[in-house]
């Protein structure tokens, strides 16, 4: 299944945008679904995840506060809203999907099996 990632940008530091997460065609209202970033030169890293049910919700130390993630299973979407950017937020953002939503391993790239084509988030400071 291909996920399609969306609402990345040009933003000022102190500004605010809300990504998007859509696999068209299949549905994941049973699955886990993150969000990972990627910075030039860097590994890819955790940043946001919520269960199947969205009840549970786990975040990267470095966002806590500042971004909330939310799903809508009616609409097969899952939203990260960020607030408050910095440049040290500068990456492309990464969603994903754990359809075998076992354990508490959110925070796990290795626990996702799809993955979206990702979507460029710029902080100007």
């Known amino acids: 299944v291909q996920l399609q990632a969306s609402g990345g940008g040009l933003v000022q530091a102190g500004g605010s945008l809300r990504l998007s997460c859509a696999a068209p065609g299949r549905t994941f209202s049973s699955a886990n679904m993150g969000w990972f970033r990627q910075a030039p030169g860097k590994e890819r890293r955790f940043v946001a995840a919520?269960?199947?049910?969205?009840?549970?919700?786990r975040y990267a130390d470095s966002v806590k506060g500042r971004f909330t993630i939310s799903r809508d299973n009616a609409k097969n979407t899952v939203h990260l809203q960020m607030n408050s950017l910095k440049s040290e937020d500068t990456a492309v953002y990464y969603c994903?999907?754990?359809?075998?939503?076992?354990?508490?391993?959110?925070?796990?790239?290795?626990?996702?099996?799809?993955w979206g084509q990702g979507t460029q988030v710029t902080v100007s400071s």
């Open positions: 919520i269960n199947w049910s969205g009840d549970i919700t």
């Open positions: 994903a999907a754990d359809e075998e939503a076992v354990g508490d391993s959110y925070d796990e790239i290795l626990a996702y099996d799809y």
